[in-house]
Nanobody
Framework: QVQLVESGGGLVQAGGSLRLSCAASGRTFIILHMGWFRQAPGKEREFVAVISWSDGSTNYADSVKGRFTSSRDNAKNTVYLQMNSLKTEDTAVYYC????????????WGQGTQVTVSS
């Protein structure tokens, strides 16, 4: 249906910034919105942000609000997660996911990219 490839993770010091990318291919016309999630070691996966594929409206988890910004480039079928003022507690594997029209949830997931924030 939709394939997602993430990039942009890495190691950064606390207070630093990273930008994640998520490139979509396949049946991108069915995408309703794109979500960002993360999973830290020993913890459950948690919601980070969501962006509407059509109008770019966004919503964020309270833990990242004011620090993270999601955007999209529809011409490139790519969404981004700009992460500023990173904290050690942001360390996790980050995933993007796509929800299509009619889906009950997120039906396509990226492979994940590691973000490590050092103190």
């Amino acid at each position: 249906q939709v394939q997602l490839v993430e990039s942009g993770g890495g190691l950064v010091q606390a207070g630093g910034s990273l930008r994640l990318s998520c490139a979509a291919s396949g049946r991108t016309f069915i995408i309703l919105h794109m979500g960002w999630f993360r999973q830290a070691p020993g913890k459950e996966r948690e919601f980070v942000a969501v962006i509407s594929w059509s109008d770019g409206s966004t919503n964020y988890a309270d833990s990242v609000k004011g620090r993270f910004t999601s955007s999209r480039d529809n011409a490139k079928n790519t969404v981004y997660l700009q992460m500023n003022s990173l904290k050690t507690e942001d360390t996790a594997v980050y995933y993007c996911a796509a929800r299509g029209y009619g889906d009950q949830g997120y039906s396509s997931w990226g492979q994940g990219t590691q973000v490590t924030v050092s103190s």
